[in-house]
């Protein structure tokens, strides 16, 4: 299955500063996407990166405030744009993990403070 | 995709069987049972999965009822590392299918 290398693991940021998290992965996937876990709670997905298009964001979630690229079939960052103390959360990234049989593959995420 | 169910947390004694169940009673002719587990700190492991038929490999046992409306995990011979927050979803399997995590069963192997 797919190897996800997820950067940076953890960070503390400023308020209103803006981090952007990377995911690499060692084979080309179609789609890629991207979690939030807040503190104590479980995975809501914030969106899905296609490459060569814009990503789709779910309910509750903005490309202002979270800006995706998707340059090709083995990237993609995730920035959090304009920071507050409420975007304190670890930020996954996860792909199919290939055969379509064995579920997605998920990185060791990102622990982002925010303060 | 179909909501689900769990218990939020169990223990269970280091050695025995844990048997984590989940209720998914609005499950889809189209659907399949995915089960997943974060242990503290780490992104979620994929387990195993299953359409209707049981199901075993390395990790695991799914144990699906006739009617598709709750499946039992299995972890035969439970260690201290199998503790974790374990997710049952319920998604169709297709290539980008979203998984909609729940909260999970906290599993705790105690020793």
């Known amino acids: 299955s797919a190897v996800i290398s997820q950067k940076p693991s953890r960070d503390i940021c400023q308020r209103g500063t803006s981090l952007t998290i990377q995911c690499q992965v060692d084979?080309?996937?179609?789609?890629m996407f991207w979690y939030r876990q807040q503190p104590g709670q479980s995975l809501t997905l914030i969106a899905t990166?296609?490459?060569?298009?814009?990503?789709?964001?779910e309910s509750g979630f903005v490309i202002d405030k979270f800006p995706i690229s998707r340059p090709n079939l083995t990237f993609s960052t995730l920035t959090v744009s304009n920071m507050s103390p409420e975007d304190s959360s670890i930020y996954l990234c996860?792909?199919?993990?290939?055969?379509?049989?064995?579920?997605?593959?998920f990185g060791s995420g990102t622990r982002l403070t925010v303060v | 995709d179909a909501k689900t169910t769990q218990p939020t947390s169990m223990d269970c004694a280091e050695g025995r069987a844990a048997n984590l169940p989940c209720n998914h009673s609005?499950?889809?002719?189209?659907?399949?049972v995915y089960w997943y587990r974060q242990i503290h700190s780490q992104g979620p492991q994929y387990i195993i999965h299953?359409?209707?038929n049981n199901e075993t490999n390395e990790m695991a046992s799914l144990i699906i009822t006739e009617d598709r409306k709750s499946s039992t995990l299995i972890l035969p011979h439970a260690t201290l590392r199998d503790t974790a927050v374990y997710y049952c979803?319920?998604?169709?399997?297709?290539?980008?299918?979203?998984?909609?995590f729940g909260e999970g069963t906290q599993l705790t192997v105690n020793p």
């Open positions: 996860s792909v199919d993990a290939g055969t379509g049989r064995r579920g997605y593959t």
């Open positions: 609005t499950i889809s002719g189209n659907e399949y």
């Open positions: 990166a296609n490459q060569g298009s814009e990503a789709t964001y």
């Open positions: 299953g359409l209707k």
């Open positions: 979803i319920v998604t169709k399997e297709t290539s980008g299918s979203r998984l909609t």
């Open positions: 084979s080309q996937v179609t789609m």
